[in-house]
T-cell receptor, first 113, second 113 residues
Framework: KQEVTQIPAALSVPEGENLVLNCSFT??????LQWFRQDPGKGLTSLLL?????REQTSGRLNASLDKSSGRSTLYIAASQPGDSATYLC????????????FGTGTSLTVIP | DGGITQSPKYLFRKEGQNVTLSCEQN?????MYWYRQDPGQGLRLIYY???????QKGDIAEGYSVSREKKESFPLTVTSAQKNPTAFYLC????????????FGPGTRLTVL
Protein backbone atom coordinates (compact mmCIF):
# COMPACT_ATOMS: atom_id res chain seq x y z
CA LYS A 1 0.00 0.00 0.00
CA GLN A 2 1.23 3.48 -0.85
CA GLU A 3 2.39 5.57 2.11
CA VAL A 4 2.67 9.35 1.68
CA THR A 5 4.56 11.51 4.17
CA GLN A 6 4.82 15.28 4.42
CA ILE A 7 7.50 16.98 6.47
CA PRO A 8 7.38 19.31 8.30
CA ALA A 9 3.87 19.09 9.74
CA ALA A 10 3.92 22.84 10.42
CA LEU A 11 6.03 25.73 9.17
CA SER A 12 6.11 29.40 10.09
CA VAL A 13 8.02 31.92 7.96
CA PRO A 14 8.23 35.71 7.65
CA GLU A 15 6.62 37.34 4.65
CA GLY A 16 8.81 37.46 1.56
CA GLU A 17 10.75 34.30 2.26
CA ASN A 18 11.09 31.50 -0.29
CA LEU A 19 10.15 28.11 1.09
CA VAL A 20 10.05 24.42 0.23
CA LEU A 21 7.47 21.84 1.27
CA ASN A 22 8.32 18.16 1.03
CA CYS A 23 6.31 15.10 0.05
CA SER A 24 7.65 11.54 -0.04
CA PHE A 25 5.99 8.31 -1.15
CA THR A 26 6.94 4.66 -0.86
CA UNK A 27 5.75 3.20 -4.17
CA UNK A 28 7.36 4.87 -7.17
CA UNK A 29 4.94 3.29 -9.67
CA UNK A 30 2.75 6.39 -9.80
CA UNK A 31 0.58 7.87 -12.53
CA UNK A 32 0.72 11.41 -11.19
CA LEU A 33 1.21 13.58 -8.12
CA GLN A 34 -1.06 16.47 -7.24
CA TRP A 35 -0.50 19.37 -4.80
CA PHE A 36 -3.48 20.96 -3.07
CA ARG A 37 -4.16 23.88 -0.78
CA GLN A 38 -6.76 23.69 1.99
CA ASP A 39 -8.01 26.65 4.01
CA PRO A 40 -9.58 25.95 7.43
CA GLY A 41 -13.00 24.33 7.13
CA LYS A 42 -12.88 24.34 3.33
CA GLY A 43 -12.42 21.87 0.52
CA LEU A 44 -9.19 21.27 -1.37
CA THR A 45 -8.03 23.54 -4.17
CA SER A 46 -5.83 21.98 -6.83
CA LEU A 47 -2.52 23.82 -7.27
CA LEU A 48 -0.39 21.70 -9.56
CA LEU A 49 -0.53 18.28 -11.21
CA UNK A 50 2.67 16.52 -12.27
CA UNK A 51 2.40 13.51 -14.54
CA UNK A 52 4.77 10.59 -13.94
CA UNK A 53 6.72 11.46 -17.11
CA UNK A 54 7.30 15.07 -16.00
CA ARG A 55 10.01 16.51 -13.76
CA GLU A 56 8.31 19.76 -12.76
CA GLN A 57 5.35 22.07 -13.18
CA THR A 58 5.07 25.79 -12.57
CA SER A 59 2.17 28.10 -11.85
CA GLY A 60 2.92 31.69 -10.90
CA ARG A 61 5.01 31.69 -7.70
CA LEU A 62 4.64 27.93 -7.30
CA ASN A 63 6.97 25.29 -8.68
CA ALA A 64 6.55 21.58 -8.03
CA SER A 65 9.20 18.99 -8.83
CA LEU A 66 9.00 15.22 -9.01
CA ASP A 67 11.73 12.61 -8.59
CA LYS A 68 10.01 9.27 -9.00
CA SER A 69 13.10 7.15 -8.46
CA SER A 70 13.65 8.58 -4.99
CA GLY A 71 9.94 8.87 -4.18
CA ARG A 72 10.02 12.61 -3.57
CA SER A 73 8.27 15.78 -4.61
CA THR A 74 8.83 19.34 -3.49
CA LEU A 75 6.59 22.39 -3.68
CA TYR A 76 8.57 25.63 -3.90
CA ILE A 77 6.77 28.86 -3.00
CA ALA A 78 8.57 32.04 -3.97
CA ALA A 79 8.22 35.35 -2.15
CA SER A 80 5.68 34.08 0.37
CA GLN A 81 2.68 36.25 1.31
CA PRO A 82 0.27 36.12 4.29
CA GLY A 83 -2.42 34.92 1.87
CA ASP A 84 -0.36 31.77 1.30
CA SER A 85 -1.15 30.68 4.87
CA ALA A 86 -3.02 27.38 4.58
CA THR A 87 -2.46 23.63 4.75
CA TYR A 88 -0.74 22.11 1.74
CA LEU A 89 -1.39 18.48 0.85
CA CYS A 90 0.12 16.18 -1.73
CA UNK A 91 -1.59 13.15 -3.24
CA UNK A 92 -0.35 10.39 -5.51
CA UNK A 93 -2.24 8.10 -7.83
CA UNK A 94 -0.53 4.75 -7.86
CA UNK A 95 -0.46 2.38 -10.81
CA UNK A 96 -1.09 -0.69 -8.68
CA UNK A 97 -4.22 0.52 -6.94
CA UNK A 98 -6.60 1.41 -9.74
CA UNK A 99 -8.03 4.87 -9.52
CA UNK A 100 -7.17 5.58 -5.91
CA UNK A 101 -5.32 8.65 -4.67
CA UNK A 102 -3.26 8.46 -1.48
CA PHE A 103 -2.84 11.63 0.57
CA GLY A 104 -0.21 12.92 2.94
CA THR A 105 -1.23 14.52 6.24
CA GLY A 106 -0.27 17.97 5.04
CA THR A 107 2.00 20.86 6.03
CA SER A 108 0.36 23.76 7.84
CA LEU A 109 2.00 26.98 6.62
CA THR A 110 1.82 30.32 8.41
CA VAL A 111 3.31 33.39 6.72
CA ILE A 112 3.88 36.16 9.24
CA PRO A 113 3.40 39.74 7.98
CA ASP B 1 -20.36 27.84 -13.21
CA GLY B 2 -18.86 24.38 -13.34
CA GLY B 3 -18.07 22.72 -10.06
CA ILE B 4 -18.91 20.34 -7.26
CA THR B 5 -21.54 21.10 -4.66
CA GLN B 6 -22.01 19.36 -1.33
CA SER B 7 -24.92 19.75 1.02
CA PRO B 8 -25.50 20.40 3.77
CA LYS B 9 -22.42 22.29 4.96
CA TYR B 10 -23.05 21.23 8.57
CA LEU B 11 -24.99 18.16 9.68
CA PHE B 12 -25.86 16.96 13.15
CA ARG B 13 -26.94 13.40 13.82
CA LYS B 14 -28.12 11.54 16.85
CA GLU B 15 -26.53 8.20 17.57
CA GLY B 16 -28.34 5.37 15.81
CA GLN B 17 -29.55 7.49 12.90
CA ASN B 18 -28.61 7.13 9.26
CA VAL B 19 -27.79 10.34 7.38
CA THR B 20 -27.18 11.02 3.69
CA LEU B 21 -24.66 13.53 2.38
CA SER B 22 -25.25 14.99 -1.05
CA CYS B 23 -22.62 15.47 -3.78
CA GLU B 24 -23.44 16.87 -7.23
CA GLN B 25 -21.09 17.83 -10.07
CA ASN B 26 -21.67 19.53 -13.41
CA UNK B 27 -18.17 18.96 -14.77
CA UNK B 28 -19.25 15.95 -16.84
CA UNK B 29 -16.76 13.81 -14.93
CA UNK B 30 -17.15 10.05 -14.96
CA UNK B 31 -15.27 9.35 -11.72
CA MET B 32 -16.43 10.47 -8.27
CA TYR B 33 -14.97 9.90 -4.81
CA TRP B 34 -15.82 10.25 -1.13
CA TYR B 35 -13.14 10.95 1.46
CA ARG B 36 -13.14 11.38 5.19
CA GLN B 37 -10.79 13.85 6.91
CA ASP B 38 -9.95 13.72 10.61
CA PRO B 39 -7.61 16.07 12.49
CA GLY B 40 -3.98 15.05 12.11
CA GLN B 41 -4.76 12.45 9.47
CA GLY B 42 -4.66 12.58 5.72
CA LEU B 43 -7.74 12.12 3.60
CA ARG B 44 -8.94 8.53 3.58
CA LEU B 45 -10.95 7.06 0.73
CA ILE B 46 -14.39 5.70 1.59
CA TYR B 47 -15.87 4.82 -1.81
CA TYR B 48 -15.26 5.70 -5.43
CA UNK B 49 -17.17 5.25 -8.66
CA UNK B 50 -15.76 5.26 -12.17
CA UNK B 51 -19.06 4.92 -14.00
CA UNK B 52 -22.80 5.04 -13.39
CA UNK B 53 -24.19 2.05 -11.47
CA UNK B 54 -20.74 0.89 -10.42
CA UNK B 55 -18.64 1.71 -7.34
CA GLN B 56 -15.77 0.26 -5.33
CA LYS B 57 -14.89 0.27 -1.65
CA GLY B 58 -11.98 2.34 -0.48
CA ASP B 59 -9.88 1.76 2.61
CA ILE B 60 -12.56 2.66 5.17
CA ALA B 61 -15.92 1.64 3.63
CA GLU B 62 -17.34 -0.11 6.71
CA GLY B 63 -20.43 1.69 8.02
CA TYR B 64 -20.96 3.66 4.79
CA SER B 65 -22.99 3.08 1.63
CA VAL B 66 -23.23 4.87 -1.72
CA SER B 67 -25.23 4.85 -4.94
CA ARG B 68 -24.47 6.12 -8.43
CA GLU B 69 -27.72 6.26 -10.39
CA LYS B 70 -26.80 9.41 -12.29
CA LYS B 71 -23.48 10.64 -13.63
CA GLU B 72 -23.86 13.94 -11.79
CA SER B 73 -24.70 12.57 -8.36
CA PHE B 74 -22.90 10.37 -5.81
CA PRO B 75 -24.66 10.47 -2.40
CA LEU B 76 -23.04 8.97 0.68
CA THR B 77 -25.06 7.43 3.52
CA VAL B 78 -23.46 7.23 6.93
CA THR B 79 -25.18 4.37 8.69
CA SER B 80 -25.60 3.65 12.38
CA ALA B 81 -22.97 0.92 11.96
CA GLN B 82 -20.25 3.56 11.57
CA LYS B 83 -18.73 3.71 15.05
CA ASN B 84 -17.09 7.11 14.89
CA PRO B 85 -18.78 9.17 12.18
CA THR B 86 -17.91 12.67 13.40
CA ALA B 87 -15.58 14.03 10.69
CA PHE B 88 -15.25 16.31 7.68
CA TYR B 89 -16.46 14.61 4.50
CA LEU B 90 -15.16 15.61 1.09
CA CYS B 91 -16.47 14.69 -2.33
CA UNK B 92 -14.28 14.82 -5.43
CA UNK B 93 -14.49 14.08 -9.13
CA UNK B 94 -12.19 13.59 -12.10
CA UNK B 95 -12.20 12.57 -15.73
CA UNK B 96 -11.77 8.80 -15.93
CA UNK B 97 -8.29 7.53 -16.57
CA UNK B 98 -5.10 7.38 -14.57
CA UNK B 99 -3.54 10.70 -15.52
CA UNK B 100 -6.26 13.17 -14.63
CA UNK B 101 -6.45 15.59 -11.74
CA UNK B 102 -9.04 15.52 -9.01
CA UNK B 103 -11.34 18.41 -8.07
CA PHE B 104 -13.02 18.80 -4.69
CA GLY B 105 -16.26 20.12 -3.28
CA PRO B 106 -16.49 22.40 -0.21
CA GLY B 107 -17.13 19.56 2.25
CA THR B 108 -19.76 18.59 4.85
CA ARG B 109 -18.96 18.58 8.54
CA LEU B 110 -20.88 15.82 10.32
CA THR B 111 -21.22 15.85 14.08
CA VAL B 112 -22.80 13.04 16.09
CA LEU B 113 -24.54 14.26 19.23
Amino acid sequence: KQEVTQIPAALSVPEGENLVLNCSFTDSAIYNLQWFRQDPGKGLTSLLLIQSSQREQTSGRLNASLDKSSGRSTLYIAASQPGDSATYLCAVKTANTGNQFYFGTGTSLTVIP
Amino acid sequence: DGGITQSPKYLFRKEGQNVTLSCEQNLNHDAMYWYRQDPGQGLRLIYYSQIVNDFQKGDIAEGYSVSREKKESFPLTVTSAQKNPTAFYLCASSISGPYNEQFFGPGTRLTVL
